[in-house]
């Protein structure tokens, strides 16, 4: 099927992305620790430290770091206390949000997530506000390399996804491809592609909305503002949204 991609904001940001390699990384390294520590260092049987390596070879860290991760994780030490938490919200225009926490101090993260909503015109809700808007799937996404070209058609992408278990390939108008998967076969697809060395540009289990609110130019200035705020906290791991956001949009 073809449509407008659902992840142009992960592309739209990605110049963002990378100035902040540093702190994705952090980020990465913490998930993959955590994912080692409460179900042991084998990926092949642990889903949730699989899926966290496979986002970070896709972010490209090396398998050094992540094994260093991963041996971190397992031999407890720094990081044992963190908790899992998850806030739930509006920003401006009613966008969703979801923000996946992980922390050692629930008042200290509490404040600052709040902070960075009401600074740019969101609030905070209830838990459940805005989760049943949301789905968890996995999403591996294909991008043209800097050269305009793909290293994938929709034909192959179709007939290597579907084999290994995808739900979904999407074929945008901008020429991504967008695969769609369950959770539980998201490793699977992703290695299927892999073994035939089509490597994906970016490849998560995320949280996939339902529907979106479209916002305009200066909304969505001031949406990605709060975004970017929520993402510099130390404490945060993930912010998932469901704006829409238009394509001349500029965020200097």
Known sequence: MSGHSKW???????????????????KLIREITTAARMGGGDESSNPRLRSAVITALAQNMTRDTIKRAIERGVGGGEGADLESLTYEGYGTGGVAVMVECMTDNHNRTASDVRHAFTKFGGNLGTSGSVGFIFTKKGVINFIPDEDGKMNIDEEQAMEIGLEAGAEDIVTNEDGTIDVFTTPETFADVVDAFNAKSINPSNAEITMVPANEVELD???????????????????????YHNASIPDDVELN
């Open 8 to 26: 142009a904001n992960i592309r739209f940001r990605k110049a963002a992305q990378d100035a902040k390699r540093g702190k994705v990384f952090t």
């Open 217 to 239: 130019a200066e909304s969505a200035v001031k949406f990605m503002r709060m975004i970017d705020a929520l993402e510099d906290l130390d404490d945060v791991q993930q912010v």
